[in-house]
Nanobody, 124 residues
């Protein structure tokens, strides 16, 4: 059974940093692209960053470019998201997802095995 577990969220002041982690088990993680998604109150879940199977390439939504960095460790079945320069607009529940369809963009429609999410709140 596939298990996905996010952690690392919390309350941080604007301009602060957080590092999110996602532990994956129950599948061969290195065979799948993966990504981070978030859902803010009243909004749809959106893809913010996705990374290729090997970690060679990554995509970012415009709003987080230059501030967030995605990475993965296939030997440990871990996915990470380093978030710097956090803004109140980043407040959301952040989810880790595994790509289920080859060659598709960073859209939650093509990802699955969602974790439970971790809350990120950016506030003074």
């Amino acid at each position: 059974q596939v298990q996905v577990a996010e952690s690392g969220g919390g309350l941080v002041q604007p301009g602060g940093s957080l590092r999110l982690s996602c532990k994956i088990s129950g599948l061969t993680f290195s065979l799948h692209a993966a990504g981070w998604f978030r859902q803010a109150p009243g909004k749809e879940r959106e893809g913010i960053s996705c990374i290729s199977r090997t970690g060679d390439t990554a995509d970012y939504v415009d709003s987080v470019k230059g501030r967030f960095s995605i990475s993965r460790d296939n030997t440990e079945n871990m996915l990470y998201l380093q978030m710097n320069g956090l803004e109140p607009e980043d407040t959301a529940i952040y989810y880790c997802g595994i790509r289920m369809t080859y060659g598709k963009p960073c859209n939650p429609r093509y990802y699955g095995h969602w974790g439970q999410g971790t809350q990120v709140t950016v506030s003074s």
